[in-house]
């Protein structure tokens, strides 16, 4: 079982440091390019990722509040959260009246159609279609 960790545990260090090197921004990687950083993890199998790790990026938390989804994104979009963006808000407040009114149309209509049923039901308004009598 030993054998197999000393083996295990320097492969998951490598995979680790390659997909940590792969997801880093390109202005985010230290002293060398990216693809440069690659090589090395790849190529030095032990002392490479260790390197990647301990010099090859920078690791305090962006200012601007980036996260890793945005960076592919080439920073687009600088909202976190949909109810952060203004824009959204808005479309939302201009949604919620668009549906009052059609809320208020049926209940105008219901209104309507409740009324005209009491004067049926009271014989006092015209009948339009009445039942055929047995």
Known sequence: MLRALIYLLPLALTIFAFIDCLNTPEDEAKHLPKIAWVFIILLFWIVGPIVWLAAGKVREVPADGRTPSEWHRNGR?????PDDNPDFLKSLKEENKQDEAVLK???A????????LRRRESGAGPEESAPPAP
């Open 77 to 81: 979009s600088r909202w976190v959260a």
């Open 109 to 116: 209509d219901l209104r309507r159609r409740e009324d005209e």
């Open 105 to 107: 149309d049926w209940e």
